[in-house]
């Protein structure tokens, strides 16, 4: 890092230049038509929102296993979560879930690539909701490198958000993005993160309410130079995690990776253990599954109270209780990949397999 801030204290291009490289970089590297860096994962999903302009009280489902700020994100948005249920294979959300949980008042869904798992049925979910005119976000806050038929997850829908807090694959320490091939969408999108001034550095105008959301100039240097080594930073988690998973065959301790497929290529963020011990699963723990959250309903009891009777209606326990995120996040232990990585993968997996015994 040290290095990396000398040499950007010595660069002589201008902090816009720095931010113009680094959106073409990313571009590139996405295969996509627009990028806009924000301050952090949370934010790229709060700034994707405000910038489909929906209508407060409007539903978006999201899937019941995520880190909380999924669904944070949409409750500060003044909009109202609504849980569906993931597969027991990938984590994800499913087609079937997804229109289970379909009303007239859903606008939007959140759709996580889960630990760097590549949502399976990512192709249907893409076009349910192309014809149900519902608006689509991919959280790929873990997903960062992941591809679906050679393109990058995060450009399929009609926005793709990321994370660059430190654990994640590559890092400013925090950081964000949004990205979308819609040059409507990423003018909202551009606007939102930048006080609500239009993008259009000619007409500077006010289109919209908001607040300033843009990432650092050395930020942006920071991340432009750990894209430079993404191949390596990505090769060198996959073969960890195949560390993982041999000395799981070799100790008698069970994994539920998903099934390795052609057409999805997965970039593992957490390693799925069956252990059940808890140890290092999902985090805030008590937020996941996300609709028995505390979070949630606090966000919209402080700032949106009026909306807070149609969140516990639109999730009601009959219909949660029966999720398999349920069991998900009571049997399997999400082992942070970052937090672990370099250390001998036979100790990190005898820990859990010792803790599984125990409770036998
Ligand atoms: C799936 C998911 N979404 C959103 C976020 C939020 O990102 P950040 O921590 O950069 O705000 C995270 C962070 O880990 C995440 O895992």
Sequence with gaps: VKSVINKYLSETQTEDEIKRRFKADMTAY??????????NGTVALEVALRGLGLSRGDFVIVPDISFVATATAVANCGLV????????????????????RYSPRVRAAILVHFSGFVNRELFEIIEYCYRNDIFLVEDCAQAFSCTAHGMKVGTLGNAGTFSFQSSKIITAGEGGLIATNDPRLSA??????????SPNLEKRRVDLASSNFRLSA??????????????????ARRAYCDELEDACRRLGVEHRLPDPNTVFFDCPFFFPVTSGTQRNTVEPREESPL??????????KRFYPDLLEDYCNANPREITDGFCSNSIIADIDFINIAQVQGMPADRIITAYGEDASCRK
């Design 30 to 39: 996405l295969g996509c038509r627009e990028v806009v860096p924000v301050v």
């Design 218 to 235: 050395l930020q942006c240097y920071v991340l432009g130079n750990r894209l430079k080594d993404i191949d390596r930073v990505v090769a």
């Design 188 to 197: 909202q999108f551009q606007a939102v993160s930048d006080w609500g001034l």
């Design 291 to 300: 609709h028995r959250g505390a979070i949630v309903p606090a966000i919209l």
């Design 81 to 100: 979560p609504v849980y569906a249920d993931v597969s027991s294979a990938y984590f994800g959300l499913t087609l079937e879930a997804l229109r289970s």
